[in-house]
């Protein structure tokens, strides 16, 4: 088995709408894990038996046409489970999370938050919270981790096509972002700011209803693949497949990719 492991998140923003495209992305990269979010589909409509008949395995938990998680794996997935487990309102359609060649995985599809004025944005703050503690219960920073999705928030300036503008938008707006760092504080570093430090207009999300956003830049980097600093320090590549941005009937988002070399794990 090599020790390069290739892992990738996508905000599909519907799964039966993006199949055939994310079929043969799979096809083409080849990933160890492809993380989705925005499945937009209930379990019993989940369009398992394509992805499996394509030599893929899959786990998946959704609830009808809202949000919706799944983790596609080239391997046996081990440890599979679903939403924060805690005593407040489910979350399985928000985080799923397993084990693959011995490393854990969490994929997120962080509440958006509606309006900074809304309880919704309030109930996203909250939901970085409780993801805290869902880490202290589960995990340590000391370990291998990966924590990856469409994480609804901007974390730098740099993330985005117009800061200024933006600056009171549920994904860029100043207590998301202290929410996202305190998630990262508890032991997470930003695999693709590692490899590109300062690196401008590197987007995964484009608005539909801006006029020509990818060539004009119109972005925001909002889809994240996180890692604790034994697993980040092995990061060899990172990149964001913007081309998928521009095919036919595309989502919003489009496909983060990083790889690791696991044979420099202690």
């Known amino acids: ?10 905000n599909a923003n519907s799964i039966r709408v ?15 894990i492809l993380a989705l979010q925005e499945t937009k589909c209930s379990d019993e409509d989940f369009p398992v038996d394509p992805i499996r008949e394509a030599g893929w395995r899959v786990s998946y938990r959704g609830r009808g046409g809202r949000a919706g998680v799944a983790i596609i ?10 939403g924060l487990d805690d005593r407040e309102d489910s979350d399985e359609h928000r985080l799923i999370r397993a084990r693959l060649r011995g490393i854990p995985i969490i994929n997120t599809y962080v509440p958006q938050g509606k309006g900074i004025d809304e309880p919704e944005f309030r109930y996203k703050l909250h939901w970085f919270e409780r993801l805290c503690a869902f880490l202290d219960r589960h995990y340590r920073p000391t370990h291998p981790l990966l924590w990856l999705g469409d994480l609804n928030v901007a974390p730098e300036p740099i993330d985005v096509y117009d800061p200024k503008r933006l600056a009171e938008h549920v994904d860029f707006h ?7 760092e305190r998630v990262k504080a508890w032991g997470f570093e930003d695999v693709f700011r590692r490899l590109h430090p300062g690196e401008p207009e590197q987007y995964s999300y484009w608005d539909y209803r801006a006029r020509n956003p990818v060539p004009n830049k119109v972005g925001w980097r909002v889809d994240h693949i996180m890692a604790t600093p034994p697993l980040a320090a092995t990061a060899t590549e990172a990149w964001i497949d913007v081309q998928e941005r521009l095919a036919e009937r595309p989502s919003d988002h489009t496909f983060l990719v990083a790889r690791f070399d696991l044979s420099r794990l202690g």
């Open 1 to 10: 088995m090599s020790d390069i492991l290739t892992v990738a998140t996508f």
């Open 18 to 32: 993006r199949l055939a495209q994310v079929l043969d992305w799979l096809k083409r990269v080849q990933p160890d």
């Open 73 to 82: 794996a080239a391997d046996d997935l081990e440890d599979v489970a679903y």
């Open 174 to 180: 100043p207590e998301a972002r202290e929410a996202l």
